[in-house]
């Protein structure tokens, strides 16, 4: 199979599944793919740029999570929020690769402007909607990376609950500044 960005992309995100974020590198990957190193930096300028693309694969899938269920904001922040969460979960550290994404890609961004748009439709500035939308990302991510770093101490039920109960917080939160 000729090496390109979506072969080089996807054994990427199979290589960050069995080693983790910690145990990922540019020579353990041009070794799985049969290349050598200069030959992904062809595809990917650096291992960050790599990770910004599996970030964006990760907000992708988040977004096909989705549609916005209808009703009510308060709703359709939690859908957000599960659905970010889900995606996360999907990948070894994904939460993690997602909070040091430098460069967010378009699907990223979009994901990101779905909580804004609701916001200020419910009558918040651009400047609340984002900040209300970072609390909430900055949740969903934070209760995510210390989720993936416990290696389930946990039941998947007990972390869900806790993980709803954190929501609702921060979603009652958002919803004092209406």
């Known amino acids: 199979m000729p090496l390109n960005q979506s072969v080089v992309l996807e054994a990427a995100l199979q290589h960050l599944d069995e080693e983790g974020l ?42 096909d999570a989705l549609p916005l269920p209808p009703g009510d904001w ?41 909580p804004i748009a ?13 900040a209300a939308t970072d609390a909430l990302t900055s949740y969903v991510n934070g209760f995510t990376v210390e989720e993936q770093a416990r290696k389930q101490d946990q039941s998947r039920a007990e972390r869900d609950r806790l993980f709803e109960f954190g929501l609702t917080v921060v979603v009652n939160g958002v919803g004092s500044l209406l």
């Open 22 to 63: 910690d145990g990922f590198s540019i020579r353990k990957l041009a070794t799985r793919l049969g290349v050598r190193v200069g030959a992904l930096y062809w595809h990917f300028e650096s291992k960050q740029a790599l990770l910004d693309a599996i970030a964006e694969r990760i907000a992708t899938e988040a977004a």
């Open 74 to 114: 308060a709703r359709q922040l939690r859908a957000i929020g599960r659905a970010l969460r889900g995606a996360m979960l999907a990948r070894t550290d994904g939460a993690r690769v997602i909070a040091g994404m430098s460069h967010p890609g378009p699907a990223a961004r979009a994901f990101i402007a779905l």
């Open 118 to 130: 609701t916001l200020q439709q419910e009558g918040l500035t651009a400047d609340d909607a984002a």
